[in-house]
């Protein structure tokens, strides 16, 4: 059922036109995902493993953020497990996250960017924009404690 929830709140952020994201602009990474009611799982995933009071800190936070799609797109039983394992889903979700603001405009092809993870993720922008493979989908929501660019992925680190 939370998967479900999840792919319907992501759903519902990717179809969601940018300019609905502005009014959250005083909004942090944690609200502003919740407001859009499209990361359901990936609000459900930051809190069972504690990162909501840092999503909620000063940053700036630079967040790509999968939609419940994405989740839903994972092998059957792949979210439930993550969700029992908060250290697994920490390092999962802390490859989603990388420390400060970036824009669109600030990406490049080929750009390595190091997330909080501690692992570097590969941005590409030749035929629209992707980090590690995952397309991003709506770019540069801002937030008031950093920006939130969706993806219609989970992307996975290196094990």
Same mark, same amino acid.
């Given at each position: 059922?939370?998967?479900?929830?999840?792919? /319907?709140?992501?759903?519902?952020?990717?179809?969601?036109?940018?300019?609905?994201?502005? /009014?959250?602009?005083?909004? !942090?990474? %944690?609200?502003?995902?919740? !407001?859009?009611?499209?990361?359901?799982?990936?609000?459900?995933?930051?809190?069972?493993? @504690? =990162?909501?009071?840092?999503?909620?800190?000063?940053?700036?936070?630079?967040?790509?953020?999968? *939609? $419940? +799609? /994405?989740?839903?797109?994972?092998?059957?039983?792949?979210?439930?497990?993550?969700?029992? +394992?908060?250290?697994? =889903?920490?390092?999962? =979700?802390?490859?989603?996250? %990388?420390?400060?603001?970036?824009?669109? #405009? $600030?990406?490049?092809?080929?750009?390595?960017?190091? #997330?909080?993870?501690?692992?570097? %993720? #590969?941005?590409? *922008?030749?035929?629209?924009? #992707?980090? +590690?493979?995952?397309?991003? %989908?709506?770019? !540069?929501?801002?937030?008031?404690? @950093?920006?939130?660019?969706?993806? $219609?992925?989970?992307? =996975?680190?290196?094990?």
């Amino acid at each position: 059922m939370l998967r479900r929830t999840f792919i /319907a709140l992501t759903t519902t952020a990717a179809l969601t036109s940018t300019s609905a994201f502005a /009014a959250g602009h005083s909004k !942090d990474i %944690v609200d502003t995902a919740i !407001d859009a009611g499209s990361f359901t799982t990936l609000v459900a995933a930051v809190e069972a493993a @504690g =990162l909501v009071e840092t999503l909620k800190g000063e940053g700036p936070f630079t967040v790509f953020a999968p *939609t $419940d +799609d /994405a989740f839903a797109a994972l092998p059957e039983g792949t979210v439930e497990g993550l969700l029992a +394992d908060p250290e697994a =889903l920490a390092a999962i =979700l802390t490859y989603h996250v %990388v420390p400060g603001k970036v824009m669109s #405009t $600030d990406l490049s092809n080929n750009m390595m960017a190091t #997330t909080v993870n501690g692992a570097d %993720v #590969t941005i590409m *922008t030749e035929g629209g924009v #992707t980090v +590690d493979g995952a397309n991003v %989908v709506t770019a !540069d929501i801002e937030t008031s404690n @950093g920006v939130i660019h969706v993806i $219609d992925a989970v992307i =996975l680190p290196s094990m």
